[in-house]
């Protein structure tokens, strides 16, 4: 199974600030079809996790472009610029390039 | 709009059976794989398993591989996860989810409790 990598676990920014989130995969992500399913989300307070970002750099409909993904291979960051309060809550990086699925940890986002 | 709605969650005895439900609407439901995640208390996502857009293939987690199935009935736009001989490490909030490149739509989860 392709293992995940999230850090940091936690982090505490204040409004309009930036972070990153580092996700590494113990395997290449690239598909045979030459696609990097890597995918961004976040699960609000109470809520079901919803999708932000696919195929590593790919916004879905509907989210800000504060919210940016990049990387290659088995490196990836999730960046956050121009905090809200809106934006606290775990975000999860997690791969569909392999059966079975598989998730990071998550890192909780606090807001100062 | 998209939407999934999950049903058939509760309280069961381990070794017994529960049968989940997923309505959905919104979309073509027989045009897209789907999948089950779910997510045990205060922990993060697993994938359970996912079914092609025809149901012809199945894929599972190998801690529920022989205790679950996944299956659809595309007339009725509705997902299904059978769950038999539950565990106590099966208990989890389960989600509903379309897979299209991610898994970019969720239900809002139903709550699984094995215990005795």
């Known amino acids: 199974d392709v293992v995940m990598t999230q850090t940091p676990v936690s982090m505490s920014v204040s409004l309009g600030g930036q972070v990153s989130i580092s996700c590494r995969s113990s395997q290449s992500l690239v598909h045979n079809n030459g696609n990097t399913y890597l995918s961004w989300y976040i699960q609000k307070p109470s809520q079901s996790p919803q999708l932000l970002i696919y195929k590593v750099s790919n916004r879905f409909s509907g989210i800000s472009d504060r919210f940016s993904g990049s990387g290659s291979g088995t490196d990836f960051t999730l960046k956050i610029s121009r905090v809200e309060p809106d934006d606290l809550g775990v975000y999860y990086c997690?791969?569909?390039?392999?059966?079975?699925?598989?998730f990071g940890s998550g890192t909780k986002l606090e807001i100062k | 709009e998209v939407q999934l709605v999950e049903s058939g969650g509760g309280l069961v005895q381990p070794g017994r059976s529960l049968k989940l439900s997923c309505a959905a609407s919104?979309?073509?439901?027989?045009?897209?794989?789907m999948a089950w995640v779910r997510q045990a208390p205060t922990k993060g996502l697993e994938w359970v398993a996912s079914i092609t857009n025809s149901g012809g293939s199945t894929y599972y987690r190998d801690s529920v591989k022989g205790r679950f199935t996944i299956s659809r009935d595309n007339a009725k736009s509705t997902l299904y996860l059978q769950m038999d001989s539950l565990r106590s490490e099966d208990t989890a909030t389960y989600y509903c989810?379309?897979?299209?490149?991610?898994?970019?739509?969720w239900g809002q989860g139903v709550m699984v409790t094995v215990s005795s």
């Open positions: 989810t379309r897979d299209l490149v991610a898994l970019d739509y």
């Open positions: 997690g791969q569909g390039t392999q059966y079975p699925f598989t």
């Open positions: 919104g979309f073509t439901f027989s045009n897209y794989y």
